[in-house]
């Protein structure tokens, strides 16, 4: 059982007051509550991200641009060392489901059970069943190969019983003919979306993943799409077409159009299951300093304008675009939950299994792969996102982190989240090449 304090220093257990979910929170965003980190305690690096830690950064902390040294500071992985390990809060359980992968990114769980893998750098969807005795998968197959920086997977129909997985190449969305259980496809692929505006690895942005989530009726999919740079302006660059977008189509390709826009790179996407709503996980521009703009995960309004490249943050315009687009400054929706800038935010999944306690029912897990643009590094951690009745609180927690040496060394970096058929929550990690299962064992 988690305990919360009070500034008046009375300690309860959250159970015995409000409905725990309510109480947890209500608590931690009461203003001056000791539990969250407010104002340029807010801003974090890897040395104080600790498991519980509740941040909430607003508008009114973003600093001035060019406060501080735009830096490269990339991280040059390193071997997990020998007493290194993921920590998270107490009650709960790290341990390694599967090692020795090549670059698993996405995570998700198929209607039977089955985790499905990206494999994106040698282009392939790994399938695996089970937990065997030692805790690893006790069965991993590939499911199909030969695709182009593969990210987002899908089921299609939404529900108990698929007849398609889809899958989001860099520059286009294919389909796999697919029943419950199939560890290989039932037929071909086919070509659903061909032309997606893909690839470019560039540092600071040629974003290439595309994530993939139907609606729940299944009329509609959704396809995140990155921006090709940093901050090209649409308007005198054709490579930024249908880019920075969330992009929204039919199950079979047809009606391509842009559902929001102005989203720099919204790596990951979910619907949150109990009102179907669209969610997204986004990694904001660089070079404005340490801790401008903020990274963030926020609903997605149809037809909403997010800012890139002209504005960031709600009306706040880019200084390298000085007075392009006035017309847009009050359009500018302003997130829900705003992050450590140049986190790295990618794959987020809501948690609807049972096996955590119950307060987490409905909250956002998200994984943040960690900075390159900043002098401390941040980021290397999964993060929680409290929801109450659909709605963002502002605030975030520390969940699970330790991926960074004291020294400052990385050895392992978040990329998806997925909860497992019995609740447990999977992380790929692209820095040791494993999967992480993080389980809930009870009270300490």
């Keep these: 059982m988690r305990y919360l304090t009070w500034n008046k220093g009375l300690t309860f257990l959250a159970i ?33 991200e600790k498991p519980g830690t509740i941040r909430q950064i607003t508008v009114e902390d973003l600093p001035q641009p060019f406060a501080t040294k735009s830096v490269d500071n990339g991280p040059q992985v390193v071997p997990r060392p020998t007493n ?19 670059n698993p ?3 998700r769980t198929a209607p039977n059970g089955d985790l499905f893998v990206a494999e994106s750098d040698p282009g392939r969807i790994l399938v695996m069943r089970g937990v065997g005795q030692d805790g690893r998968a006790a069965t991993t197959s590939v499911f199909a190969s030969g695709l182009v920086l593969p990210f987002g997977i899908a089921f299609y129909p939404p529900g108990p019983d698929p007849n398609y997985v889809y899958v989001a190449n860099t520059d286009s969305v294919v389909r796999f003919p697919y029943r419950n259980g199939d560890l290989k496809p039932a037929g071909s692929a086919e070509v659903v979306v061909k032309q997606l505006p893909g690839f470019g690895r560039l540092r600071g942005g040629g974003h290439w993943t595309r994530d993939l989530a139907f609606t729940p009726d299944g009329k ?18 054709p490579a930024e077409y249908h880019r920075a977008n969330i992009l929204e189509t039919n199950p079979d390709g047809s009606d391509l159009r842009v559902y929001a826009w102005g989203i720099r790179n919204p790596v990951g996407i979910a619907i949150d299951p109990s009102d179907g709503e669209l969610w997204t996980s986004v990694n904001e521009r660089d070079a404005l300093g340490n801790n401008l703009p903020p990274d963030y995960i926020t609903h997605v309004q149809e037809g909403g304008f997010y800012g890139w490249p002209w504005y960031y943050t709600g009306p706040h315009q880019d200084p390298r675009l000085p007075g392009k687009h006035p017309e847009l400054k009050d359009k500018v929706i302003v997130p829900d ?23 987490y029912r409905g909250d956002i897990f998200a994984a943040e792969h960690g900075s390159w643009n900043k002098a401390v590094r941040t980021g290397y951690e999964v993060i929680l996102v409290p929801l109450q009745n659909g709605h963002a609180t502002g605030a975030y927690e520390d969940f699970m982190t330790g991926f960074v040496t004291p020294e400052g060394d990385v050895w392992g970096r978040p990329v998806g989240v997925a909860v497992s058929s019995d609740g447990s929550l999977m992380v790929s990690d692209d820095g040791s090449n494993t999967i992480w ?3 809930y064992i009870g009270r300490n």
């Design 220 to 237: 509609k999919l959704f396809i995140s799409v990155g921006s090709h740079s940093n901050l090209d302006d649409p308007d005198t660059h």
């Design 16 to 48: 015995l007051v409000l409905p725990v979910a309510a109480f947890r929170w209500k608590i931690a965003t009461v203003a001056g509550a000791d539990d969250v980190q407010r104002g340029a305690a807010a801003f974090s690096d890897y040395k104080t």
């Design 337 to 359: 939950v705003l992050l450590q800038p140049h986190n790295a935010s990618l794959q987020l999944a809501f948690y609807e299994g049972t096996q955590f306690p119950s307060q």
């Design 437 to 439: 299962r993080v389980s």
């Design 105 to 107: 990114r996405e995570l």
């Design 84 to 102: 290194a390990w993921p920590q998270t809060l107490p009650g709960f359980k790290v341990a390694q489901y599967a090692t020795d992968l090549d």
